[in-house]
């Protein structure tokens, strides 16, 4: 898709609201890292808006992405919108051209990230690893989703579902985040982006690579991808294909850091921050500065870490238990790491120069009043206060940098550090980007080919009831003396009449890349066959899981 200086794109948009993907616009694929820009249009008396997003990546190619937001949602008290009484069911039977279902579940992710929003909204939409799991259950009883995962760390909050219907998935998950973040729809769409089926999968394993990082091949996201598989399994909605899902984007993950070299080099969040730190710091004083680091979780661990190898030989460690820091004492040795408990945080940065926060704390540890209190920082040492809060929520209240002598900086702030290197971070990126599109080719070929599973099970139960059915018809004449070895010739001789009469339509069923057929053609005939031999068809399956689904709410809500 060219784009000059502006662009104009035409729109066939029905007047019943809801949302409206554009993707077919543009077969390019999703980037990894975007700066977005937004064009409105209102076409009064409609109630609807259009909300084209269009991607700038790295390459100079766009990627359009476009919603209409109907009045329901967005609730911006214009008269004359009246909400449609028709059920969910009936909505799926009526809607014209497809415009409610897609004729399969879409696996789809709603996520707000260090690209697209900013701490101060993220921290409300953070979810505790420890609430995933009520996350998941909360998600899949909503009427239209069916599996669900959550991936929420310092730089996002994504969540993979797969909807019987894609727009009122979206809608169900989008009211969901609202309610638990207490964040305004209105708001959460103007910083959510959403993707679908295979750009969905795409995204994903980018993330596990991390080539959507805000530091290229940070290590630490696989682990929080693996977290995911681990935390969730065995919650009901954490199921095949969102489950399939996150595995083979592990299995890309590994690939990428084991066949590139995109580790080699890379930094951390925590090593981000130690650089940061180092920035901000007189370099005279550096050496000399008096640390402090509250928590020794995964992400604490990382920072001392990080601060021994720049020279960093004595440092202070606020935590809840002493078994992490003495853990970590043992594993560094050369340095003397001292343990305070969380009663004693304030005395400790009392004394320190630098604060580093990483914990999980919902509640900020510093508010302004008891940063106020604390004694001047040595003139030698800048006369403030470094605080570099890389938690999410944060740990530091906002107000404190409004005090003279202190100075914070969020995981926000650490793209200043990132951008070094940037034309050879971008070269890994494309050697990376390689080795994702094959794992996403691989992975979309499994997932179509179990598209047609139910047609093809359906159709030999189908060919095997009518089959058992002649097989007793001809025994029976044939009288009882007949020979067993006789009446198993006739079994043989109609088993493979029947299997021979169904090897071309299960070929054609075949979407394992063998042979040379479009999705779209192995689609048709699996419904041409549906149509033909009166198997169920897949919109009837979708019936029955949403009827189910809001028989099951009704009867919880009653």
Not at 201 to 214: I, M, R, Y
Not at 329 to 358: G, H, N, W
């Amino acid at each position: 898709m060219a784009v000059a200086s502006g662009f104009a794109t035409s729109f066939a948009v029905s007047e019943t609201g809801g949302s409206f993907n554009c993707d077919n616009l543009s077969s390019t694929s999703t980037p990894s890292s975007v700066d977005c820009f937004r064009h409105q249009v209102r076409f009064f008396g409609s109630g609807t808006r259009i909300k084209p997003l269009v991607y700038w990546t790295k390459s100079h190619s766009l990627r359009p992405r476009c919603e209409v937001v109907s009045n329901s949602v967005v609730n911006n008290g214009e008269k004359g919108f009246k909400r449609s009484s028709l059920s969910a069911l009936e909505l799926l039977k009526t809607s014209a051209a497809d415009r409610y279902s897609k004729m399969s579940s879409s696996i789809m992710v709603i996520g707000l990230n260090i690209h697209t929003t900013p701490v101060e909204m993220r921290e409300k939409l953070s979810i505790p690893e420890a609430q995933w799991a009520q996350a998941i259950r909360e998600l899949c009883s909503l009427n239209h989703i069916e599996e669900a995962a959550v991936l929420s760390t310092c730089n996002r909050i994504e969540i993979y579902v797969s909807a019987l219907a894609q727009n009122r998935g979206i809608k169900e998950v989008t009211e969901w985040m609202s309610k638990y973040s207490g964040v305004p729809v209105t708001e959460l769409c103007q910083h959510r982006f959403l993707l679908y089926n295979q750009d969905a999968t795409q995204h994903l394993f980018e993330v596990a690579a991390g080539l959507d990082s805000l530091v290229l091949g940070e290590g630490q996201i696989l682990a929080q991808v693996k977290q995911v598989v681990k935390n969730s399994q065995g919650v009901p909605g954490f199921g095949r294909k969102i489950s399939e899902l996150f595995k083979h984007a592990i299995t890309a993950g590994k690939r990428v850091r084991t066949e590139t070299n995109i580790s080699s080099g890379s930094v951390s969040v925590s090593s981000a921050a130690v650089e940061l730190a180092l920035l901000k710091l007189p370099e005279y004083s550096s050496s000399m500065a008096h640390v402090l680091i509250v928590g020794a979780g995964k992400m604490g661990k990382l920072v001392i870490k990080h601060l021994v190898a720049k020279g960093f030989k004595k440092m202070v460690v606020v935590n809840r238990t002493e078994e992490r820091v003495a853990a970590i004492r043992e594993e560094l040795k050369d340095a003397d790491i001292i343990y305070k408990p969380f009663s004693e945080m304030l005395a400790c940065a009392a004394q320190a120069d630098v604060i580093f926060t990483c914990t999980a704390s919902e509640a900020p540890l510093f508010i302004k009043e008891s940063v106020q209190a604390l004694p001047s920082v040595n003139s030698e040492d800048g006369g403030r206060r470094l605080f570099i809060d890389i938690s999410v929520p944060r740990n530091v209240e906002p107000s404190v940098s409004e005090l003279e002598g202190a100075c914070i900086y969020n995981v926000d702030d650490l793209k200043e550090v990132v951008e070094a290197n940037k034309e050879d971070r971008l070269r890994k990126k494309m050697e990376a980007e390689v080795i994702i599109a094959e794992e996403v080719k691989q992975f979309e070929a499994h997932k179509n080919s179990l598209e047609t599973v139910p047609t093809i099970k359906k159709l030999r139960a189908y060919a095997e009831r009518i089959r058992a059915a002649e097989i007793d018809k001809c025994l029976s004449k044939m009288g009882d003396d007949l020979p067993q070895n006789k009446k198993k010739a006739i079994y043989d001789l109609s088993l493979g009449i029947v299997n021979k009469l169904l090897h071309g339509p299960m070929q054609h069923l075949k979407c394992d890349g063998t042979e040379n057929r479009t999705l779209s053609e192995i689609l048709e005939n699996m419904h041409a066959l549906n149509r033909i031999f009166s198997l169920d068809t897949e919109i009837s399956v979708l019936e029955e899981k949403i009827r189910a689904k809001i028989e099951q709410n009704q009867k919880l809500s009653s």
